[in-house]
């Protein structure tokens, strides 16, 4: 079964520093990569995803992910935060089965900008 | 267009009660997901359909649960006799068909057992 890692709970940066969020997964195979970003009391809104190609995947808000086999990551980043990208980011891989296409989240990690 | 709605949004239940969550996917969407995400943690899967059909139910935590999902478009998550431990996030998602793991998420209905 596949599982995912974000290793750090909290990060708080900088309004305009640059940000990379850590996620680590573990499957089998290939797999589908996601990174979420969950508001307050919002649901999930897709940031990016990773299917095939291109390893350096671009996303909505100038995020960017990058897809590493040989690590079994997908760190997620920005060259310079605002303060509106405070939320909480999710990492999740995917299997494509008929019948079994649940997506398994990381716990999370909680993002903080300070001025 | 109009993405994935959920009602209620927040629900507060005595312990023992029954309950009854709507989702409304986007039109058009073929399958349809439910996670349950407790409080700090990330959502975790409940159950899957495809149109009308109920193909994954292996993150049902309980037979208190139960999902149905009758003319393959709305989806009602049902839970019976509701402890503490049922508090948490209930999230619907939906993708445009079969193999399509783009999914779309409502914003979630809070329940809260007292």
């Known amino acids: 079964a596949q599982s995912v890692t974000q290793p750090d709970i909290h990060i708080t940066v900088s309004e305009g520093a640059s940000l990379e969020l850590r996620c680590n997964y573990s499957?089998?195979?290939?797999?589908?990569l996601f990174w979420y970003v969950q508001s307050p009391g919002q649901g999930l809104q897709l940031l990016l995803k990773y299917f095939s190609g291109d390893t350096l995947v671009q996303g909505i808000k100038g995020f960017e992910a990058e897809f590493k086999r040989s690590q079994s990551s997908f760190n997620l980043r920005k060259p310079s935060v605002h303060w509106s990208d405070a939320a909480e980011y999710f990492c999740?891989?995917?299997?494509?089965?008929?019948?079994?296409?649940?997506?398994?989240f990381g716990t999370g990690t909680r993002l903080t900008i300070i001025p | 267009g109009a993405g994935v709605s959920q009602s209620p949004r927040y629900k507060v239940a005595k312990r023992g009660q029954d309950v009854a969550l709507r989702c409304d996917p986007i039109?058009?969407?073929?399958?349809l997901f439910w996670y349950q995400q407790a409080l700090g943690q990330g959502p975790e899967f409940l159950t899957y359909?495809?149109?009308?059909?109920?193909?994954?139910k292996s993150g049902l935590p309980s037979d208190r649960f139960f999902a149905e999902r009758p003319e393959g478009s709305v989806s009602t998550l049902k839970i019976q006799r509701t402890q503490q431990e049922d508090s948490a996030v209930y999230l619907c998602?939906?993708?445009?068909?079969?193999?399509?793991?783009?999914?779309?998420f409502g914003p979630g209905t809070r329940l809260t057992v007292t």
């Open positions: 359909f495809q149109n009308e059909a109920q193909l994954d």
């Open positions: 499957y089998g195979a290939t797999p589908y």
């Open positions: 039109s058009g969407h073929v399958s």
């Open positions: 999740a891989v995917g299997v494509s089965n008929f019948g079994n296409e649940k997506l398994t």
């Open positions: 998602a939906s993708s445009l068909a079969g193999g399509s793991i783009e999914q779309y």
